[in-house]
């Protein structure tokens, strides 16, 4: 039986806890997050501190240094976020992903034919090992033989990854409401560095 991954148009939310007061912060978390883009996840980071400098870095890894194909990345992206029905992450990837000239449609087909014509054989693999990754803690060896296969053990390991680190990302922004900016994404705006 397949699932409706749609969503409805974008809205804004009320997030489930109060973003912090920037004044109440440490300078030193002030002053790096003002070099980075303007979104929200990274404001309501701030009531764990501690936490937000190696959230951003790993961040910063997949998005900048990565190995991945970047239409591949954020289509493993994307399909976390439509699977975690985290409309903020999806929102925000789909400014990134149309900045790499990916289209509606293949947003759609993310949606809901992940397994489409307008996604490459890369795609689709990374796609539906990322189903099945998302579902399976421990995957069997049928998912895992062909995208070992494919991507070899260098880009594998970067594609667990990525997929574990966006199923935290979304599960955070679900969990305390993390709304999409003023005046919409800010996701084609990510400067990490």
Known sequence: MSQDYTF????????????????SLPEE?????????????????GHAPHLVKPFVGLGTAFLQHGKLDPVTRECVILRVGYLSHAKYETTQHEAIGRKLDMSDELFE????EPQSDLLTHEQKLAVSFTDHLVSHPHPSDGALKPALKHFGPALLEELVLLIGYYMMVCRFLESF?????DGGPKGAEIKLN
């Open 109 to 112: 087909a993310l949606r809901l």
């Open 177 to 181: 409401g993390v709304g999409v900016e």
């Open 29 to 45: 978390l002030n002053r790096f997050t003002e070099r980075l883009a303007p979104l929200n996840i990274f404001r309501m980071l």
């Open 8 to 23: 409805s148009l974008w809205r804004k939310t009320v997030s489930r806890i109060p973003y912090p007061d920037p004044d």
